[in-house]
C-alpha cells in the first residue's frame, strides 16, 4: 500500500475526498480469478476492432491504456490476457462500493460506475480527520470487496480529484488548504479539468506549460486563452477555489456505445441495435432513479465520421419506448450520410431525480402501457437476469462480434468510449 499525506498546517479542514477504484475493471477480473495477478490484463473485445475498456497495472506499465484499440494493445504486449466485460458484475460490485461509502459518509456525489465525491465535514465527530476517514473507507473496500482504491483529499473538489490520480495506486494523498498553490504550482496544466490539447497549445503559445506558470498571467490574457473558464481556472490555480459536492444531476449522463467488428450496413440491424441501446439506457435510467430530458445518438463510419444527433422530450422520462422512438427517428434522418455504422451510442443527458417529476405528468393513454410493461420486464430481469427478456424486434441483434463499452453517468467531461476511459479522470456514472 502507498500512503502519502500531507501534514496538515492550516485551520481549515480539507473535507473534500475524491474516492477512485483503480484499474476497477480489470481488479475485480483479477480479484475473482487470481491466477491473473501480475499478469497485463485487458478488459475489452478480443476482435480486430476491439477496444481496451480497462487495463491493469502491469498492463499500463507497457503502455497500454483504456479506449485503445486491441491490436495496438497486442503489439505492447505479446502475452497480453484479454477478457470480455461484464457489464452487470461492474455495475453490481460498484452499487456495493458505493453503499460502503454510505455507511460512512452521509453526502455522497458518485460521478462515475467507480468514482464518487464524498463531503467528510460531517463525519468527522464519528470517524475523525479527513486522513482516518479515507483509510476507513479504503479499508473497508479492500477488506469487504478484495479491490484496491485510491482516495484524494482538499477542499476543492477539482483539487480532491488531481490528488487521487497522484496518490494512485492504492494510495492516499490529502492536500492540506494552505499548501494547495504549493502542491499545483509544478504540475502540467493539463491535469485541470477541461483544459484539453487544444487549450494547452495555446498556453503553451504563451509560454505556460504549469499551473505555476499560469497563475502569473494576467486576466486578460488569460480570458483570450480560456474563455469564460478563465476565473474558474484561475481561482483553482492559486487555491483559493472552494467549490464543493455538486449533486446536479441536469449535468450528468448515462449511456452506452458500441463498436462492432464487421460494419453493419443493413438499415434493420442498425434500426435493431439502437433499439437495444436505447431499451439498456432506460432501464439505467429507472435503476439509478433517473428522468432524461434529452436523449443522444452517436454513429460512426468506419472511416471515422462520427455523426452525433439529439432530441429534447417535453416531458423528463425512463421510458425505453420514448427514447426508441426518438433515436430511431434521428437515425432516419442520417442513414443515407452514414451508409456503413461501425459504431453506435445512445446516451440519455439532463438526467433529473425520478422522484422530482409526478409520474402521471408523462402517462397517456399510448404510454401507459409501455410503463406498465417496463415495470414488468425490469422486475423479471432483476429476477432471472439482464438477458431473459428483450423486444421481439431485437432478436436478430446477437451479441456476438460487438465491442461494448462500459455505460455511466458522468458529470459532461467525456462520451463513453471517448480517448479518456472509464477509470481515467472524467470518467462516468451507472
Not at 184 to 209: D, M, N, W, Y
Not at 219 to 235: D, F, I, K, N
Amino acid at each position: 500500500m502507498n500512503l502519502r499525506t500531507e501534514e496538515n498546517a492550516g485551520r481549515e479542514i480539507p473535507g473534500i475526498l475524491h474516492l477512485d477504484m483503480d484499474a476497477f475493471f480489470a481488479s475485480v477480473e483479477v480479484r475473482d480469478d487470481p491466477s491473473l495477478r501480475g499478469l497485463p490484463v485487458v478488459v475489452g473485445g478480443a476482435g480486430a476492432r476491439g477496444v481496451v475498456a480497462a487495463a491493469s497495472y502491469p498492463a499500463r506499465t507497457r503502455g497500454i491504456r483504456s479506449a485503445m484499440p486491441m491490436a495496438s494493445a497486442r503489439r505492447l504486449a505479446p502475452d497480453l490476457v484479454i477478457v470480455p466485460p461484464r457489464i452487470d458484475v461492474y455495475r453490481e460490485i460498484s452499487a456495493q462500493v458505493m453503499a460502503l461509502l454510505g455507511t460512512v459518509v452521509a453526502d455522497v456525489e458518485q460521478i462515475s460506475v467507480d468514482e464518487a465525491f464524498l463531503d467528510v465535514r460531517g463525519a468527522r465527530r464519528l470517524f475523525g480527520e479527513p486522513e482516518q476517514i479515507a483509510e476507513l473507507l479504503r479499508g473497508k473496500i479492500r477488506d469487504e470487496l478484495g479491490l484496491p482504491s485510491s482516495v484524494g483529499g482538499s477542499v476543492s473538489r477539482a483539487v480532491a480529484k488531481i490528488a487521487s490520480a497522484r496518490a494512485k495506486p492504492d494510495g492516499m494523498l490529502i492536500v492540506p488548504a494552505d499548501r494547495t498553490a504549493a502542491f499545483l504550482a509544478p504540475l502540467p496544466v493539463s491535469v485541470i479539468s477541461g483544459i484539453g490539447p487544444k487549450a494547452q497549445a495555446t498556453l503553451e503559445r504563451i509560454g505556460v506549460r504549469t499551473v505555476g506558470q499560469l497563475r502569473d498571467v494576467p486576466s486578460t490574457t488569460l480570458t483570450r486563452a480560456l474563455g469564460p473558464r478563465a476565473r474558474e481556472v484561475a481561482a483553482l490555480a492559486d487555491g483559493s477555489d472552494r467549490t464543493g459536492l455538486g449533486h446536479r444531476t441536469r449535468d450528468r449522463s448515462l449511456g452506452t456505445e458500441r463498436t462492432w467488428d464487421a460494419d453493419l450496413t443493413d438499415v434493420r440491424e442498425v434500426r435493431r441495435r439502437i433499439t437495444q441501446m436505447a431499451d439498456d439506457v432506460a432501464r439505467q435510467l429507472r435503476r439509478g432513479g433517473f428522468v432524461a430530458r434529452t436523449v443522444v445518438l452517436k454513429l460512426r463510419a468506419p472511416d471515422g465520421t462520427t455523426i452525433t444527433r439529439s432530441s429534447t422530450f417535453d416531458l423528463p422520462t425512463a421510458s425505453g419506448e420514448r427514447l426508441r422512438e426518438q433515436v430511431v427517428s434521428l437515425w432516419e434522418r442520417e442513414r443515407d450520410a452514414l451508409p456503413r455504422v461501425r459504431l453506435a451510442g445512445v446516451r440519455a443527458t439532463h438526467l433529473e431525480p425520478a422522484a422530482g417529476v409526478p409520474m402521471q405528468a408523462e402517462l397517456s393513454a399510448r404510454t401507459s402501457g409501455w410503463h406498465d410493461l417496463e415495470a414488468a420486464m425490469d422486475q423479471a430481469m432483476e429476477r432471472f437476469g439482464a438477458r431473459s427478456l428483450s423486444r421481439g424486434s431485437t432478436l436478430g441483434a446477437a451479441e456476438d462480434g460487438s465491442q461494448r463499452t462500459a455505460p455511466g453517468v458522468e458529470g459532461g467531461t467525456r462520451e463513453t468510449g471517448a480517448p479518456r476511459g472509464p477509470e481515467e479522470p472524467g470518467g462516468g456514472l451507472f
